[in-house]
């Protein structure tokens, strides 16, 4: 049916108003409004292909809305490490070709599919996409709308949309500078715990959240994915910025910044210089702590990468923790570089190396760890610190390990302490 | 496609931040994904009303507060509603559960405080979810509640998601197998050209 005609004609809209407008063809779309928008793209991982086939086999479908938008990412399971593994990346080959999907990126190709499209120009400042993942809200950093949809997106390849709620946007304002030692995925864990323990008085559930401020001018691409990965897991409908992305040409590309006066259902203020690092307790990254609280707990698992850590600047910062020291004893440290082209820069310029000579071990790029311990898991009463995407119970594969998050600075100190460490006190003065 | 859904019968109210697992359908259902509405039933809001699976009428309302099925947003409690055809009213509902709901075909209005002078405990009402008009056949009374978006109330009319995707199918035979896909462990690799995105 046509859509309802805009009441409000002229009135300032918010940047996910803009996307969700533009991808229903129309001028404007109001909050709270359900709207079919069509995406530009549609990203899956190897983890749900064969499972959204077989759903739509068994509902009769022989044939997607439009497999050209369609995307098969390979980051889940990687290096496949059981016969199963084997099998489902034949099945995922023979779907693409059946369902003459638009893109397969296989096995050591691209990387994470959360981070790869970013570098690859393939997610664009301004484009609006669907995901099965949740984690694609990562494409906020660069200036896109990903809404992550889970198992309807089985709706998303029948019928080229899938039902959304215009949602509110809650801005934050971050001002100052971040001291040395802290790391916006700090900022990512505080905000977490903040709006799941009510500190501000403002809703998470479904909004939009879009930072804005003097402090986000210094956020390189990288720190802003950080931000965006963070919040995800807690409910919010996406993370959006209210400046365009740094190091990224986006002078071609359609509004999606917010208007000056657009609607906003909450604004909360965070002063960077004011950050301690944190850790997020096992469970959730709205548990949320300051790292002092659990300083000196010895670790036996530590990684770097996952799609919330997985570019260059976190590897590079992390380094300088591992150079010419060694992983503590007993620990098993592991970087996974996001992308191809991440592990490809790393090694260039030496950082591979530094990890390398410490002792920690390479894995391929990809999901890591965190995809349920397919790789590099947690043995029971095992305790991990990481940079994952989430912490909850038998996320690194057993459920009676113990998997802290914290930045990649302070996965860094901890894996040569041997228990969780401040980063600051291995910086130089 | 838009279809009218109207609904009559008692209801049942509960208060804010009334927890899914807690005090609609008990967590053991979820964890061993119990999805037979008739297994379901027997339990639906126990944990809150004892009586209530004894009482409740296909065709019930269930007025929720603010954030009704609140927590996890597990499925079945929201199965064993649409199986007994019950009606959702409630002042908000967290984004997750609400497309849960929807998705197994349950009619539903958010936004509503219909507040106790308008409807109480037990009372007979009758709800048009197109226009939002609500009337109470007990006490006599009206009122205009905000309406369900016609995208949803299509979804719901037709039984939920899959009912959806099976309407759409109807409506595109273009896109219905002719023979489905085999995918086994011993059929051999298909090469799939890979189309790698350019650089600039």
């Known amino acids: ?429 | 496609m838009e279809k009218s859904l109207k609904k009559r019968g008692y209801c049942h109210v509960f208060g804010d931040r009334f927890s899914l697992d807690e005090g609609i359908m008990p967590f053991k259902f979820a964890i061993e994904r119990v999805t037979d509405p008739k297994k379901l039933i027997p339990h639906l809001f126990k944990s809150t009303d004892p009586d209530f699976p004894g009482k409740v009428k296909p065709g019930d309302f269930v007025i929720g507060g603010q954030d009704f099925a609140c927590g996890k947003p597990h499925v079945q409690g929201f199965i064993a509603m649409a199986a007994l055809n019950l009606g959702v009213i409630c002042q908000s509902m967290p984004y997750k559960a609400m497309r849960r709901a929807v998705s197994v075909g349950l009619p539903l209005l958010t936004g509503c405080n219909p507040g106790a002078d308008f409807l109480q405990n037990g009372d007979e009402i009758e709800v048009d979810f197109a226009t939002g008009e609500a009337r109470n056949l007990t006490r006599g009374t009206s009122t205009r509640l905000p309406s369900m978006s016609p995208i949803l109330r299509d979804i719901v009319v037709n039984g939920g998601m899959n009912g959806a995707l099976a309407a759409w199918l109807k409506d595109h035979p273009e896109q219905a197998a002719v023979e489905p896909v085999a995918l086994s462990d011993s059929s051999g690799a298909v090469p799939v050209s890979f189309v790698p995105a350019r650089k600039s």
Not at chain 1, 101 to 115: A, M, N, T
Not at chain 1, 419 to 427: E, G, L, Q, S, W
């Open chain 1, 1 to 429: 049916m046509p859509g309802t005609e805009a009441s409000h004609e002229n009135m300032p809209m918010t940047a996910v108003q803009k996307f969700l407008a533009r991808a229903c063809g129309r001028d404007r779309v109001e909050i709270g409004e359900v709207v079919y928008p069509k995406p530009e793209l549609v990203i899956i991982h190897d983890g749900y292909v064969e499972t959204v086939h077989g759903e739509l086999a068994a509902l009769g479908y022989a044939r997607v809305r439009d497999p050209k938008r369609v995307v098969f990412v390979t980051d889940h399971e990687v290096a496949y490490t059981t016969q199963r593994a084997v099998e489902r990346g034949r099945n995922i080959r023979k779907i693409a070709k059946a369902w003459e999907i638009g893109r397969l990126f296989d096995v050591g190709r691209g990387g994470h599919g959360h981070i790869f499209p970013m570098e690859a120009g393939l997610v664009r400042p301004g484009m609006f996409l669907f995901a099965y993942d949740m984690h694609c809200s990562n494409f906020g950093a660069i200036g896109a709308l990903a809404i992550g949809v889970g198992a309807e997106v089985s709706s998303v390849l029948a019928t080229g949309s899938l039902w959304t709620q215009v949602p509110e946007t809650v801005r934050v304002e971050l001002t100052g500078a971040l001291p040395s030692g802290a790391h916006p995925r700090d900022v990512g864990f505080l905000l977490c715990g903040g709006f799941a323990n009510g500190r501000w008085n403002v809703s998470h559930d479904n909004r939009i959240i879009e930072f804005c401020g003097s402090g986000l001018e210094a956020f390189s691409l990288a720190s802003r994915v950080a931000l965006c990965n963070s919040l995800t897991e807690i409910g919010v409908a996406n993370v959006l910025f209210g400046s365009p992305p740094p190091g990224i040409d986006s002078s071609g590309a359609p509004d999606f910044i917010s208007d000056l006066g657009a609607p906003s259902a909450g604004n909360i203020v965070v002063d960077l210089s004011t950050m301690v690092p944190q850790v997020a307790l096992p469970g959730g990254p709205d548990l949320a702590a300051d790292l002092a609280s659990v300083e000196g707990r010895h670790i036996d698992h530590a990684f770097i990468g996952a799609c919330g850590s997985g570019m260059y600047e976190d590897f590079a910062d992390a380094a300088r923790f591992v150079k010419n020291r060694r992983i503590a004893d007993g620990v098993r440290m592991f970087i996974g570089p996001g992308t191809n082209e991440v592990a490809r820069r790393l090694a260039d310029d030496g950082i591979t190396q530094m990890f390398v000579e410490a002792g920690a071990m390479v894995l391929p790029p990809g999901c890591g760890p965190c995809a349920g311990g397919i790789i590099a898991p947690l043995g029971p009463g095992e305790v991990s610190i990481s940079t994952a995407a989430t912490n909850h119970s038998g996320r690194f594969g057993s459920v009676d390990g113990q998997c802290y998050l914290g930045s990649p600075l302070t996965v860094a100190a901890s894996a040569v302490a041997g228990c969780m460490a401040d980063p600051r006190k291995f910086m130089s003065p």
